[in-house]
């Protein structure tokens, strides 16, 4: 359950660390090769992400309706469908494939 | 006339003049986030959450995943301090994803510490895609409000009518977040050094699950962005 306080405490730390990282940064000063890191992190951190929610639910590894989904995604992505497609088609299959098994 | 303009183009790169985003991509980066505040709030206030707080939640900590990570912790019996430290811990990708950016926006750093309240998954990948930094500008604004302001307003709603609107997962609301993000990284996962960050990521991820708190297996996950420090998957030449 979240609190007035909780609220106020996740603002700071969430708001505080965004705008450290768009200011702290001065990538003239980074190395050359750094930039590339810089570049592929969003990817790296974006692909955790989308297997995290795609497999895990409460910190535990799961497999369930919605690898169906992100499966589906995945496919219309690679047939260059468009996002709205996509997305739509991630969450009809999901909600299918709950409402049959 | 046409064909000189698309020379010039063609010279010159992208079309400086094209939309960055498409009324399509908009459009869904505005589906997913309304139907995504629905369901965020649905949870908060059938958890017990007064409605004001999750409203007031969704425009300061603006990070859904920061709230469901502390309710999460909550639900488990954690601390309080346990639950935000875990809260503050899943949007570190946030302050790394505004690093990332950062410099490609302005380089006034008031206004990037403004623009950084809207750093999110997909706004950044979206900018990122783009070939110059005045497109990567115009498509980050553009995709941070396009996702914020659905957000908002879809997070407003969902706290007033939780009630009525049920279990938001049965429509498969759960999976819309991933399937937008997987199809805004595809191009990337159309190279070989992409295909390896992402492989590497993952199993690192998935590998921490169960007995790391929440928000490290993501970080553990971009510490695969060095792979492109090594020979083979170097993307530029250094």
Redesign the interface.
């Known amino acids: ?4 306080t ?6 700071i ?3 505080g ?12 000063r980074l190395p ?2 750094w ?22 639910s ?4 799961t497999v369930d ?2 690898l169906a ?2 499966a ?3 496919l ?3 047939r260059r469908l ?3 497609v ?3 088609a ?7 494939v ?2 049959l098994v | 006339m046409a064909s000189e303009e698309r020379l010039k183009g063609n010279l010159l790169g992208p079309d400086p003049n094209r939309l960055v985003l498409s009324r ?2 908009t ?2 980066l505005a ?2 986030y309304f ?1 995504a505040g629905l369901a965020v709030s649905v949870l ?1 206030v059938t ?4 409605p004001l ?2 409203i ?2 969704a425009f ?4 859904a995943t ?2 469901l990570a ?3 912790v ?1 639900t ?1 019996g954690g601390s ?1 301090v346990a ?2 430290m875990s ?2 811990l899943v ?13 490609r ?1 302005w380089p006034q ?1 008031w206004r ?2 403004v ?3 809207m ?1 999110f ?1 997909p706004s ?2 979206l900018a ?1 895609r783009e070939h110059t930094d005045d497109q990567a500008r115009q498509a980050f604004v553009a995709a941070g409000l396009w996702l914020c302001v659905p957000w908002w307003t879809s997070a407003v709603v969902g706290a007033l009518i939780a009630d009525q609107l049920g279990d938001t ?18 191009p ?1 996962l159309r190279e070989r ?2 295909q390896v ?6 199993m ?3 590998g921490l ?2 007995f790391t708190p ?1 928000g490290v ?13 090594l020979r083979p998957f ?3 030449p ?1």
């Open positions: 359950m979240l609190t007035w909780v609220v106020g405490l996740l603002a730390g969430v708001y660390q965004r705008v450290i990282g768009a200011t702290a940064l001065d990538t003239d050359r090769r930039h590339a890191v810089l570049t592929a992190l969003p990817l790296a951190i974006i692909a955790a992400v989308i297997a995290l929610q795609t497999l895990t409460q910190r535990t590894l309706a919605r989904g992100v589906v995604a995945g219309c992505a690679w468009p996002l709205l996509t997305v739509l991630a969450a009809a299959t999901t909600a299918a709950r409402a | 399509g991509d459009a869904t589906v997913t139907t908060h958890q017990g959450t007064d707080v999750v007031a939640a300061i900590v603006n990070s920061s709230t502390f309710a999460a909550a488990t309080t639950g935000v809260g503050w949007a570190t990708r946030f302050g790394l994803f505004a690093a990332a950016l950062g410099p926006l750093r990037r510490a623009a950084a309240h750093a998954d950044v990948a990122l997962d049965a429509l498969g609301f759960d999976v819309i977040l991933p399937a937008l993000l997987l199809a805004i990284v595809w990337q050094s992409g960050v992402a492989v590497t990521a993952v690192l991820a998935l699950v169960g929440g297996p993501e970080l553990a996950g971009g510490g695969a962005a060095l792979l492109v420090l170097r993307t530029e250094c």
